[in-house]
């Protein structure tokens, strides 16, 4: 059973004295501070002669009292007199946390702050792309400077890297839009029109399309975070006092290797999504793997596969700089670099999501 | 805190729950630590260390880089598994505790990280609420508002910085900061690791002299690990000396000084020795004059920052 300091209300020659026993120490105080803070009456002096051990906590306490009450403390121990002294020097009124105003103010303030980033950040990221291009014109002036190492280990990580996973998640994809929609044709009795189906809205759409998600997960997080820690640890600050444009050596590398491998990816996606298409047509609808194959060079316009491989370098692009930009935000604590990950990844996925229905009604004016 | 195999009167009643209060340590040595091996891979960076830290006393640690001061600082908090050895707390053995494991002891020592290691997402008064929430969940918000307010003006700071950030705060008010966390639960024993690194002279001067009253005020016995002479002029009781892998001389600077392993002589007869020797001189010298440390702190002799 714990101990728990107590006290004991008496009356005293020149008023009420309040006398405390027990240990005064953090783990025994919480009972006697509630009653000491409960007790209203005037106190004439607080007797500390019955008390054990004592730490700050209770001299705290004792000395809190004693100056709420205007009391003298009495029967203090050396050690008591001494921590008494030390929490004396050691008073303070000053608020724990910054002051929060009344919630409809905070309401009110924080939509106009969302509201005002808002433009400001597109204003931001619109100065940061300026920058990315010309710190690429920069470095096609002075192609020696160009870090031909970094691109390269950027293309590995968003491009090789992430083979397997693309081609995972295409193979399924491609495997899902054959099977349900050979359902939906069969009731016109119009199987065959699946190789159509599959052909064209993966060639065209959806393999750059799962590609830039799956990269902005991958890849525009891994900048974003990168970027960020680099921030908060000052890296980014030391590359710029020895010289180094954080922007040529961080920032292009990581933007062109995404510029260059979507559309590597993007065609590969489309490949597997293909391939997986064919698959479950040979093994359900009676569709020959090599008809099915063949029957796409036919069925299929060239213009999508360009439809296709225009789109996925903008995309890179998008996904490169969102991720880069936040990353370069970064400022304080380690909660805003989680904060300004989540922020690149929804961005990205949210833009290309956006340019890609523009992309759309866009060649289809065009007649591709 | 609740089950540790406790040998004093066994908890009964309606507060079994709540843990017996500890009473403080009585034996001579809180800290034993003995046949200490600590090895990464192929690199042995402890092998057969012995220490034994006295009660109430300022234990400075000193070592070259690498030497591994602060392996020998997290074998003893808990946070780095020793491969053989024994290390007592409080004459509790503790020895290959997990890092969260309940043990006891952690409510009764406290940390300086040399960072700080301030939560950063954490005001600094709510920073020393973290370990009194955890291990004291019963004392009313108002009182831990309290004593987290006077932590932090007791650590030297002034008192509107309870409501700051980590990143508001310049270095050396870092260092305070976490000294106040360190201090939240009233430990018996304190771990500083490196407390006035990167620090400028008067402030680091104005810790030392924090760290020494707070002390002898509180009855800490202190862990302090430092590359500082100043440091260890002006507060250390006794000196460590960490080489090959081992404890190779321990005691006051005189006594050291009469060693004649090359380190320590190296150490405490190289150039920055002599100028700390000399402003350790000077302020016992001046120490009648006044408590004004950061004064004495001004006085030293030139070149001594070279």
């Known amino acids: 059973m714990r101990e728990w300091a107590d006290l004991d209300v008496q009356d005293g020659a020149d008023g009420t004295i309040v006398a405390l026993s027990g240990p005064l120490v953090i783990a025994s105080i919480d009972r006697l501070d509630r009653k000491l803070r409960a007790l209203d009456q005037p106190v004439a002096a607080i007797d500390l002669s019955n008390t054990q051990d004592i730490d700050t906590v209770g001299a705290w306490t004792v000395w809190r009292f004693a100056r709420d009450h205007d009391a003298r403390i009495t029967g203090a121990s050396e050690q008591a007199s001494k921590l008494l002294e030390v929490v004396r020097g050691a008073q303070s009124d000053a608020a724990v946390a910054p002051p929060r105003g009344p919630t409809w103010i905070r309401v009110l303030g924080d939509i106009g702050i969302t509201v005002t980033n808002l433009g400001h950040g597109v204003g931001r990221i619109v100065a940061f792309l300026g920058a990315a291009v010309v710190s690429f014109g920069a470095v096609l002036l002075h192609p020696r400077r160009f870090r031909i190492r970094a691109l390269v280990r950027q293309m590995e990580l968003v ?7 693309i081609g995972l998640m295409s193979f399924l994809v491609g495997v899902v839009i054959a099977q349900q929609g050979a359902v939906q044709l069969a009731q016109f009795g119009a199987e065959t029109l699946t190789i159509n189906l599959v052909g064209r809205i993966t060639l065209r759409e959806l393999g750059v399309l799962m590609t830039s998600i799956m990269v902005a997960g991958r890849s525009g997080s891994a900048f974003a975070a990168q970027l960020g820690t680099m921030k908060l640890t000052e890296e980014i600050d030391a590359m710029r006092t020895i010289g180094v444009s954080p922007m040529e050596a961080l920032v292009l590398p990581r933007i062109l290797a995404a510029v260059l491998m979507m559309p590597l990816l993007g065609f590969y996606a489309s490949v597997v999504a293909i391939i997986g298409g064919a698959t479950i047509s040979h093994l359900t609808l009676g569709i020959p793997f090599m008809t099915f194959l063949a029957r796409i060079q036919e069925v299929v316009p060239i213009y999508d596969l360009y439809v296709g491989l225009i789109k996925a370098p903008v995309f890179g692009l998008i996904v490169a700089l969102t991720g880069c930009y936040q990353g370069m935000q970064v400022e304080g604590n380690a909660e805003e670099v989680g904060l300004r990950t989540t922020q690149a990844v929804v961005q990205a996925i949210f833009m290309v999501i956006v340019l890609d229905a523009f992309f759309a009604v866009f060649f289809t004016e065009l007649g591709w | 805190m609740a089950g540790q195999p406790d040998d004093t009167a066994p908890a009964t009643g309606s507060d079994g729950a709540l843990a017996e209060i500890t ?3 009585e034996g001579e040595y809180p800290i034993v630590i003995e046949g200490l091996r600590n090895a990464f ?26 030497t591994g001061k602060s392996v020998l600082m997290r074998s003893i908090i808990g946070l780095q598994r020793p491969q053989a050895g024994r290390i007592e707390v409080f004459g509790k053995d503790i020895t290959g505790a997990e890092p969260d494991q309940n ?29 009194l929430k955890e291990f004291f969940p019963e004392l009313a918000t108002e009182l831990r508002h309290e004593i987290a307010r006077y932590k932090v003006v007791l650590t030297g700071l002034p008192a509107d910085a309870a409501s700051k950030f980590p990143s508001e705060l310049s270095g050396g008010m870092r260092k305070r900061a976490g000294l106040a966390r360190a201090l939240a639960l009233d430990p018996e024993l304190l771990f500083l690791d490196e407390p006035t690194a990167g620090l400028d002279p008067i402030g680091a001067a104005l810790l030392d002299d924090l760290i020494r009253n707070l002390t002898d005020t509180l009855g800490l016995t202190v862990f302090l690990i430092t590359h500082d002479l100043d440091t260890l002029h002006a507060i250390c009781d006794r000196v460590a000396v960490l080489a090959d892998g081992q404890v ?6 005189p006594e050291l000084l009469r060693s004649d392993h ?19 001189d000077r302020r016992q010298r001046d120490g009648a004059a006044g408590p004004g440390a950061g004064g004495k702190a001004l006085d030293r002799p030139a070149g001594q920052g070279a």
């Open chain 1, 159 to 165: 491009g090789v890297n992430s083979l397997f996973i």
């Open chain 2, 23 to 25: 009473p403080p340590y």
């Open chain 2, 41 to 66: 891979g192929e690199h042995v960076v402890h092998d057969d260390l012995s220490l034994k830290v006295r009660r109430g006393e300022i234990l400075g640690v000193v070592g070259g880089s690498g």
């Open chain 2, 103 to 131: 043990i006891g002891v952690r409510s009764h020592w406290g940390v300086l990280f040399q960072g700080g290691a301030l939560f950063s997402t954490l005001t600094v008064a709510e920073n020393v609420e973290v370990p």
């Open chain 2, 248 to 253: 190779v001389a321990i005691g006051t600077i």
């Open chain 2, 262 to 280: 090359p380190w320590i002589q190296e150490y405490f007869n190289g150039p920055r020795a002599r100028a700390a020797t000399a402003t350790a």
